[in-house]
């Protein structure tokens, strides 16, 4: 399983960014993905998640309402549409993959975190 994320970048508070994380390698119909987020000195971090089959999308409290992460099964693609960035929201983004069905959140984050299928990370640097 491979994952290519991309789409990182500088911007100023408030703008946006869309980060994509392209899955290959296999097929991903029963995979969920997700992005976690490493700041600099500091752990990698949840961000937010999607159940295998679209039903459920979850988020890190910081991201509600500003975050949006969808899922394009015909390009094993994963989105995370990034508005009203804060400077709070500069790291390296990372995508996971994991072969789940879980619906659940705490399920789907715990198995994102240890299925070891992560993308390479893109930098997002958002400037006050």
């Known amino acids: 399983v491979q994952l290519q994320a991309s789409g990182g970048g500088t911007v100023q508070a408030g703008g946006s960014l869309r980060l994509s994380c392209a899955a290959s390698?296999?097929?991903?119909?029963?995979?969920?993905m997700g992005w976690f987020r490493q700041a600099p000195g500091k752990e990698r971090r949840f961000v937010s998640a999607i159940t295998w089959n679209g039903d459920n999308t979850y988020y890190v409290d910081s991201a509600k309402g500003r975050f949006t992460i969808s899922g394009d099964n015909a390009k094993n693609t994963v989105y995370l549409q990034m508005n009203s960035l804060k400077p709070e929201d500069t790291a390296v983004y990372f995508c996971?993959?994991?072969?789940?069905?879980?619906?659940?959140?705490?399920?789907?984050?715990?198995?994102?975190?240890?299925?070891?299928?992560w993308g390479q990370g893109t930098l997002v640097t958002v400037s006050s």
């Open positions: 390698g296999r097929t991903f119909s029963n995979y969920a």
């Open positions: 996971a993959a994991a072969h789940s069905r879980a619906q659940q959140r705490e399920v789907v984050v715990y198995q994102l975190m240890k299925s070891g299928y």
